[in-house]
């Protein structure tokens, strides 16, 4: 599936967006290793904060489905508000954090929208030094 495909995979993925408190509607598609594609939306809650991300639904759908650290290709963002067109939509940075768990490389493409431009930037540039666990040094 190329850029463009999977931009189009993620756009009607944010279809299915549960948002009514922010309006706002975001869809995510991913491709694995294993050429499978997941996607996932947005879901809200009257308790704001435990909301959750297009992104993150995605790739624990995938998890679900057998997707390993290491095995996620690509994964592109789109979002909007009800009844408007398509916006600007990085991922936020908790989602930076968790894409980079399950890349298969700093390089691995990250495809979203600012202004009016597609972009595809690497996981890597979009998280400089995600966090890992601090292994002991005294073992
Ligand atoms: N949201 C995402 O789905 N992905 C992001 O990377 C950032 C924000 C959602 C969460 C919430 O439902 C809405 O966008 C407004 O913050």
Known sequence: MNDQELMEAARKAAETSYSPYS????????????????????????????????ERVAIFTAVLHGMKPG????????GKTVGDQWQSCPPCGACRQVILEFAES????????????VKSVPIGE????????PSPTYL
């Open 71 to 78: 095995e996620l290709s690509k994964i592109a963002v789109a």
């Open 126 to 133: 979009l998280l400089r030094d995600g966090f890992t666990i």
């Open 106 to 117: 700093n390089k691995t493409p990250v495809i979203y929208q600012v202004r009016e431009q």
């Open 23 to 54: 309006r706002v509607q975001v869809g995510a598609a991913l491709t694995t290793k294993n050429n499978q594609v997941f996607i996932g939306c947005n879901i809200e809650n009257a308790s704001y904060s435990l909301s959750m991300c297009a």
